[in-house]
């Protein structure tokens, strides 16, 4: 990996291990091919396929396709054996990239899809409609994983909590059993809709493009209403609302408190206004071109292109005891969705269906769209980077490489050619550590936090 991206060290009791790029054959000479377009074959046990880095099941993980949808082909390779975990030993390339085993994909005469997987819900900015379970507090609500499962009296698949949702149809489905209303999730899973509501209230707020010519630092005012005063420490002269955007003109140390000019005589507490500032490239960022600066004492991200930053916004990182681990850390996948879940360390459980627009770049942390809340610019999460949904919809299309149709994630197998999101804390002492190794879940290190919440409860 890059140099200062990642050593041997052991800080703040966890070892952090050096990285290691998978060691891949060269691609295969491939085969030309009538086949154009391949449709990938439909289960009813997984509704993605895997795309390999190379024809071989040995190989990492490239990404998934939906089933159902159609991808282009650039050829096929036929191997001499069926040792590679593929029966048919004829596999697809897809286009842009990554192999397919011939078992699950058919050729067809149809054009390839057209249209991202994700389509948003009119008049929202999220692809489903997604119900919140409303609950009391301490009470929950059964989760069967199928309607044949309701139907048959079987136990629940899981007992939902207040504030746990389920993602929807744009037109939900319901049905009905012995008298009672049932919604049926995009993934089959089955609810009462009794104990629910349809969230209706999503974030608006959505950060900006920046140029070249645009004035850095800038912020975002946090409090509901924060006072503007005529000097530092000066006199109160007027107060603006949450959110409202203000140019930092000069800064002021006065005792240990930091104030910003934001206009003529006008001056107010640093606390009070989300910075968003440029930095030099942090050493241990790589050399994508692509890198973000995560800010969790300013609770912003920007991302940059090379040196220039291209877009900013407000986030809601994680707070006690899920801190956001600080560290330079590869982005390791993309994924339009997924369900995110309590794992066996964190002390209250939780499940939110169908999260959109999923960057991962620390073990189960991710930037991605959070629909169940308007936090942003505070600390909210389980330890993860959240975003508005407009914002995170936009830095995903962003991040290179984009989806190809009908892909449901991308995965970077080398991380070395990864954009790297640059995690730390400008109001700590000490703004950077790494805190956390790089990379997908590891089973030692999950091992190592349930050890450690088992001494902790």
């Known amino acids: 990996m890059a140099a200062g991206l990642l050593l041997w060290l052991f800080v703040g009791g966890v070892t952090l291990r050096p990285y290691v790029p998978p060691q891949l054959d060269p691609e295969p000479e491939l085969t030309p091919t009538e086949v154009k377009v391949v449709e990938i074959a439909p289960t009813t046990s997984d509704p993605d396929a ?27 390779v036929l191997l001499p054996n069926k040792g590679n975990g593929c029966g048919t030993r004829l596999y697809y390339a897809l286009e842009p990239v990554g192999y397919i085993c011939s078992s699950e994909a058919r050729p067809t005469a149809k054009p390839a899809t057209s249209e991202p997987v994700l389509q948003i819900v009119e008049n929202t900015p999220l692809p489903y409609r997604y119900a919140m379970v409303l609950v009391p507090e301490g009470s929950f609500s059964p989760m069967w994983g199928s309607l044949t499962e309701l139907r048959e009296h079987a136990e629940p698949e899981r007992q939902l909590s207040r504030g746990d949702t389920i993602a929807l149809a744009a037109e939900p489905r319901v049905e009905l059993f012995e008298g009672e209303k049932y919604y049926v999730s995009v993934d089959d899973k089955v609810l009462p809709v009794k104990s629910t509501m349809i969230v209706q209230q999503y974030s608006q707020w959505q950060g900006e493009q920046l140029t070249a010519a645009t004035h850095l630092p800038f912020g975002w005012v946090n409090p509901a209403k924060a006072p503007i005063y005529d000097a530092p420490d000066g006199k109160k002269i007027d107060q603006v609302v949450q959110r409202t955007r203000l140019e930092v003109l000069e800064e002021q140390l006065l005792g240990k408190a930091r104030w910003l000019r934001v206009g003529e005589d006008r001056w107010i507490k640093e606390r009070h206004l989300n910075e968003v500032r440029k930095i030099e490239r942090p050493e241990g960022t790589g050399h994508h071109a692509q890198w973000f600066d995560v800010d969790l004492g300013e609770q912003v991200v920007v991302a940059y292109q090379n040196e220039q930053p291209v877009y900013a916004t407000l986030t809601a990182s994680g707070h006690e005891p899920n801190n956001t681990p600080r560290g330079n850390y590869p982005i390791w996948g993309k994924v339009t969705s997924i369900t995110m879940k309590s794992q066996e360390y964190d002390d ?29 610019g505070n600390t909210k999460s389980h330890g993860c980077v959240n975003l508005a949904p407009k914002d995170a919809r936009y830095i995903f ?49 999950e091992a190592d936090r349930v050890s450690k919440a088992i001494a902790r409860r």
């Open 397 to 445: 299309d962003w991040l290179q490489p984009n989806l190809p149709f009908g892909w449901t994630s991308i995965r970077y197998w080398d991380l070395t050619e990864a954009p790297v999101a640059h995690v730390h804390n400008t109001r700590l002492r000490r703004d950077m550590a790494q805190d956390r190794n790089i990379g997908p879940p590891n089973k030692n290190d």
């Open 50 to 76: 895997v795309v390999l880095a190379r024809p071989s099941y040995a190989a990492p993980l490239a990404g998934h396709v939906l089933r159902g949808m159609r991808v282009p082909v650039r050829g096929e």
């Open 348 to 376: 209250i459980p939780y499940y939110v269906n169908r999260v959109p627009w999923v960057m991962f770049f620390q073990a189960h942390n991710a930037l991605h769209g959070a629909y169940w809340h308007d936090r942003f």
